[in-house]
Nanobody, 128 residues
Framework: QVQLVESGGGLVQPGGSLRLSCEVS????????IGWFRQAPGKEREGVSC???????YYTPSVKGRFTISRDNAKNTVSLQMNSLKPEDAAVYYC??????????????????????WGQGTQVTVSS
């Protein structure tokens, strides 16, 4: 069974940093597509960043230069380092997995939040 478990969310002040982690199991991480997505109250799910072992990463323009996605195949984890956080970054953050396919299609799916398997999410709050 595919499982993804997010951790690392919390409360930070504007301008602060958080590092989110996603531990995956039930599939081989190598060349799988893994993404971080977020959903704020009253808004649709948004793709934040997606990566595989050969292509990417993709970042949504609003986070480029502030967020960094990385993966550790040995630990079966994918992380999202978030710096210079803004109030508009507040949301529940999810990680998700999608089997290998061509990168152009993966990017389109990432933008739409259309990956296949999902974790339960971790809350990120940005407030003074």
């Amino acid at each position: 069974q595919v499982q993804l478990v997010e951790s690392g969310g919390g409360l930070v002040q504007p301008g602060g940093s958080l590092r989110l982690s996603c531990e995956v199991s039930g599939f081989t991480l190598d060349n799988y597509n893994i993404g971080w997505f977020r959903q704020a109250p009253g808004k649709e799910r948004e793709g934040v960043s997606c990566i595989n072992t050969r292509d990417g990463p993709y970042y949504t323009p609003s986070v480029k230069g502030r967020f960094t996605i990385s993966r550790d195949n040995a630990k079966n984890t994918v992380s999202l380092q978030m710096n210079s956080l803004k109030p508009e970054d507040a949301a529940v953050y999810y990680c998700s997995a999608e089997p290998p396919r061509d990168w152009a299609a993966v990017q389109a799916m990432c933008v739409l939040g259309d990956f296949g398997s999902w974790g339960q999410g971790t809350q990120v709050t940005v407030s003074s």
